[in-house]
């Protein structure tokens, strides 16, 4: 019995029948027996084994024994590949609740959350379209992943795993990553006493001396012409590769930013500050306010008011970043005001919050223009 929450008894040579027992004993301890094979993997025993719990706790997420509240906060996570992720864990009223970004993409509610024998599991659901030999859609299924968690080392660092089920049904993907706590976000600041250095021109409007592409590996399709920093991919087509991102070759911290941005009907881009904070450039003129349009911190902060300008006329953005907090004013007015920015966003390079970083600008969605890219730092 473990801690009182719960008993899993398996027994060699039972029926796979996914049945279970669950009684509330004296004092309101929760016995839960569930009988499967001992050949079961080792994921489909995690998830019957929440389901009993869930169903011996009346469904209601209640827990018999106090939970291990150090969970709760929010957790940079460097996700199986490397790449950025960010995890939530809120104390509700009497239940819990999450919220994830895995690697690109935008942070989402998660399924399902249960803290319990100093273990935190997350559930995640996808859905997934099945076809017939004509590619025929015709049946929909929704497929769960667990994602566990145990402190390694203290209170501050988590080892997780996330068990995904494989899409064609045959198994399970297995793979082992690292979180790391978010420190307390510091009070909002004071913005008329930050003091600013002298400006640093990003781009010359020459060439692109001071940048590089962020991926290696890839094509680029930034250049510079009649004074422009131009991205003029090729049109995506499925399956086919992406082109660059470009990254400033100098990193920084706090600091102020300047610039002007041109995007064309139907296209994408990003400013991401110090490679992390993506601040959304998108043709999103007419649409309603949305955490997803011009100038928003992408799907984290919505603008409070809609100031973006048709496809295909210049605009401008003045962004500060400090103390991890964000403020923007596209085309003159001010559309988020010194808001916390809670995490990374997708596409960030890492997911260290606190580390100097460079500005990079996203190339791999579609054409944009960009011209008059000043940086002021913050300075002590």
Same mark, same amino acid.
């Given at each position: 019995?473990?801690?009182? $929450? @719960? *008993?899993?008894?398996?027994?060699?040579?039972?029926? &796979?029948? !996914?049945?279970?027992?669950? %009684?509330? #004993?004296? +004092?309101?301890?929760?016995?839960?027996?569930?009988?499967?094979?001992?050949?079961?993997?080792?994921?489909?025993?995690?998830?019957?084994?929440?389901?009993?719990?869930?169903?011996?706790?009346?469904?209601?997420?209640?827990?018999?024994?106090?939970?291990?509240?150090?969970? $709760? @906060? *929010?957790?940079?996570?460097?996700?199986?590949?490397? &790449?950025? !992720?960010?995890?939530?864990? %809120?104390? #509700?009223? +009497?239940?819990?609740?999450?919220?994830?970004?895995?690697?690109?993409?935008?942070?989402?509610?998660?399924?399902?959350?249960?803290?319990?024998?100093?273990?935190?599991?997350?559930?995640?659901?996808?859905?997934?379209?099945?076809?017939?030999?004509?590619?025929?859609?015709?049946?929909?299924?929704?497929?769960?992943?667990?994602?566990?968690?145990?402190?390694?080392?203290?209170?501050?660092?988590?080892?997780?795993?996330?068990?995904?089920?494989?899409?064609?049904?045959?198994?399970?993907?297995?793979?082992?990553?690292?979180?790391?706590?978010?420190?307390?976000?510091?009070?909002?600041?004071?913005?008329?006493?930050?003091?600013?250095?002298?400006?640093?021109?990003?781009?010359?409007?020459?060439?692109?001396?001071?940048?590089?592409?962020?991926?290696?590996?890839?094509?680029?399709?930034?250049?510079?012409?009649?004074?422009?920093?131009?991205?003029?991919?090729?049109?995506?087509?499925?399956?086919?590769?992406?082109?660059?991102?470009?990254?400033?070759?100098?990193?920084?911290?706090?600091?102020?930013?300047?610039?002007?941005?041109?995007?064309?009907?139907?296209?994408?881009?990003?400013?991401?500050?110090?490679?992390?904070?993506?601040?959304?450039?998108?043709?999103?003129?007419?649409?309603?306010?949305?955490?997803?349009?011009?100038?928003?911190?992408?799907?984290?902060?919505?603008?409070?008011?809609?100031?973006?300008?048709?496809?295909?006329?210049?605009?401008?953005?003045?962004?500060?970043?400090?103390?991890?907090?964000?403020?923007?004013?596209?085309?003159?007015?001010?559309?988020?005001?010194?808001?916390?920015?809670?995490?990374?966003?997708?596409?960030?390079?890492?997911?260290?919050?606190?580390?100097?970083?460079?500005?990079?600008?996203?190339?791999?969605?579609?054409?944009?223009?960009?011209?008059?890219?000043?940086?002021?730092?913050?300075?002590?």
């Amino acid at each position: 019995m473990g801690r009182g $929450v @719960g *008993r899993i008894t398996p027994r060699a040579g039972c029926a &796979a029948s !996914g049945l279970f027992l669950a %009684k509330a #004993e004296p +004092g309101h301890t929760v016995a839960v027996e569930f009988y499967f094979p001992m050949k079961t993997s080792r994921v489909v025993q995690v998830v019957l084994q929440l389901t009993a719990l869930v169903v011996a706790l009346g469904g209601a997420g209640r827990l018999a024994a106090a939970p291990n509240e150090a969970f $709760v @906060g *929010r957790w940079a996570l460097t996700i199986p590949g490397g &790449a950025a !992720g960010w995890l939530e864990i %809120k104390k #509700e009223s +009497g239940w819990y609740d999450g919220s994830v970004l895995w690697g690109g993409g935008s942070v989402l509610p998660v399924s399902s959350v249960v803290i319990a024998d100093e273990t935190l599991i997350v559930t995640r659901t996808r859905e997934v379209e099945r076809k017939d030999s004509a590619g025929k859609v015709v049946r929909k299924q929704q497929l769960t992943e667990a994602i566990t968690a145990k402190f390694e080392g203290g209170n501050d660092t988590l080892k997780l795993t996330r068990l995904a089920p494989k899409a064609n049904g045959t198994g399970y993907d297995s793979a082992d990553f690292s979180g790391k706590r978010i420190p307390a976000l510091p009070a909002r600041p004071d913005l008329a006493k930050v003091k600013f250095g002298e400006p640093i021109t990003l781009f010359n409007g020459k060439d692109l001396a001071g940048w590089k592409a962020k991926e290696t590996t890839m094509a680029s399709a930034w250049s510079v012409e009649g004074g422009l920093l131009l991205n003029r991919p090729p049109v995506h087509k499925p399956g086919a590769p992406r082109t660059a991102n470009l990254r400033t070759e100098r990193e920084f911290e706090d600091f102020n930013l300047k610039l002007e941005v041109n995007v064309p009907a139907g296209s994408n881009s990003g400013v991401y500050l110090r490679g992390i904070y993506e601040i959304q450039v998108v043709d999103s003129a007419g649409k309603a306010l949305d955490n997803h349009n011009m100038g928003a911190l992408y799907s984290r902060i919505t603008p409070s008011v809609a100031a973006e300008k048709k496809a295909g006329e210049w605009q401008t953005m003045d962004i500060t970043l400090i103390d991890r907090h964000v403020t923007v004013v596209l085309n003159g007015k001010t559309i988020i005001d010194n808001q916390p920015a809670l995490g990374c966003t997708g596409g960030a390079m890492w997911s260290d919050e606190l580390k100097p970083g460079p500005l990079y600008l996203q190339g791999d969605h579609g054409e944009v223009s960009y011209r008059n890219i000043v940086l002021r730092p913050v300075v002590q």
